[in-house]
Nanobody, 118 residues
């Protein structure tokens, strides 16, 4: 069964750090680009970051550039999102998504909650 699973969310103070993980089951990430998205109540969905299948190409939203870093460990079939200098407005549910269609559909993880508060 094809599946993406996020982990690593939690509650941190402003200025703190978290590392999110997105682990794939049923397929190899070395053939697919993976994106991170975030959304909360009353907010538009926002693309956060994306990494190519090779890991050589990355992109970031302006709101996180310089603070977040995306990377992959293909041996572990996992993509990471390291989040540094977190702000209160980074509070959202974070989702990973397969950027290409496979079997006619997109695959999303279930999401992991990130809360930034004093």
């Amino acid at each position: 069964q094809l599946q993406l699973e996020e982990s690593g969310g939690g509650l941190v103070q402003p200025g703190g750090s978290l590392r999110l993980s997105c682990t794939a089951s049923g397929f190899r990430l070395d053939k697919h680009a993976i994106g991170w998205f975030r959304q909360g109540p009353g907010k538009e969905r926002e693309g956060v970051s994306c990494i190519s299948a090779s890991g050589g190409n990355t992109q970031y939203a302006d709101s996180v550039r310089g603070r977040f870093a995306i990377s992959s460990d293909l041996a572990k079939n996992t993509v990471y999102l390291e989040m540094n200098n977190l702000r209160v407005d980074d509070t959202d549910i974070y989702y990973c998504k397969l950027m290409e269609l496979i079997n006619g559909r997109y695959y999303w993880g279930q999401g992991t909650q990130v809360s930034v508060s004093s």
